[in-house]
């Protein structure tokens, strides 16, 4: 599975993006998908998660109530729609996928997935 991230850019605070990652090889229909994210000095962090199943979804704190990860399986590609941006959330945001056997699971943890996209900057002025 090949992932290309699209989407990122410059945005003042109070902004809003659309992610998106699109696959191209295998069917993405059998992985989990998640976004992560990785700001300058900082560790890369969970954002978001869905199963393939596309009913079960996990957020981080930070992002809760302001981005919504979505999936669309016959497209083969995964969104995050980012809403009411801070400049804390400045990083190269990346989506992941994980094959899995369980539907309706959510991974939250980075080595977990075995694709990674190559990443789109995200910039939020204040």
């Known amino acids: 599975v090949q992932l290309q991230a699209s989407g990122g850019g410059l945005v003042q605070a109070g902004g809003s993006l659309r992610l998106s990652c699109a696959a191209s090889g295998p069917s993405l229909r059998s992985s989990a998908m998640g976004w992560f994210r990785q700001a300058p000095g900082k560790e890369r962090e969970f954002v978001a998660a869905i199963s393939w199943s596309g009913d079960n979804t996990n957020y981080a704190d930070p992002v809760k109530g302001r981005f919504t990860i979505s999936r669309d399986n016959a497209k083969n590609t995964v969104a995050l729609q980012m809403l009411s941006l801070k400049p804390e959330d400045t990083a190269v945001y990346y989506c992941?996928?994980?094959?899995?056997?369980?539907?309706?699971?959510?991974?939250?943890?980075?080595?977990?997935?075995?694709?990674w996209g190559q990443g789109t900057q995200v910039t939020v002025s204040s």
């Open positions: 992941a996928a994980h094959a899995t056997l369980g539907a309706h699971y959510v991974y939250t943890v980075a080595g977990v997935y075995e694709h």
